[in-house]
Nanobody, 115 residues
Framework: QVQLVESGGGLVQAGGSLRLSCAAS????????MGWFRQAPGKEREFVAC????????YYADSVKGRFTISRDNAKSTVYLQMNSLKPEDTAVYYC????????WGQGTQVTVSS
């Protein structure tokens, strides 16, 4: 079993920044492929970014490329999402996902970007 707890969400003005954190417990964190997803009201959950087990490779949705950065600290069992140049369309609940054999999700953290 893997437990994930997101934090760092909040209300920010357009153009501002936030850093989300996702702390994992349970199985060895370094064996997890980690990702961030988001779900805006009335929309499907969508992929934002992911990072490989070692952190050597990262992948981003086109909508956030160049503005968001995913990183991980395996010693702290934590994955981060640095979000810069935020836009109102980034408003959503952001979820952390761990993939090992199964998939595990956190409870989500709300990000609201005001115009």
């Amino acid at each position: 079993q893997v437990q994930l707890v997101e934090s760092g969400g909040g209300l920010v003005q357009a153009g501002g920044s936030l850093r989300l954190s996702c702390a994992a417990s349970g199985r060895a964190f370094s064996s997890h492929l980690m990702g961030w997803f988001r779900q805006a009201p009335g929309k499907e959950r969508e992929f934002v970014a992911c990072i490989t087990r070692s952190g050597s490779s990262t992948y981003y949705a086109d909508s956030v490329k160049g503005r968001f950065t995913i990183s991980r600290d395996n010693a702290k069992s934590t994955v981060y999402l640095q979000m810069n140049s935020l836009k109102p369309e980034d408003t959503a609940v952001y979820y952390c996902k761990a993939t090992v054999v199964n998939e595990y999700w956190g409870q989500g953290t709300q990000v609201t970007v005001s115009s």
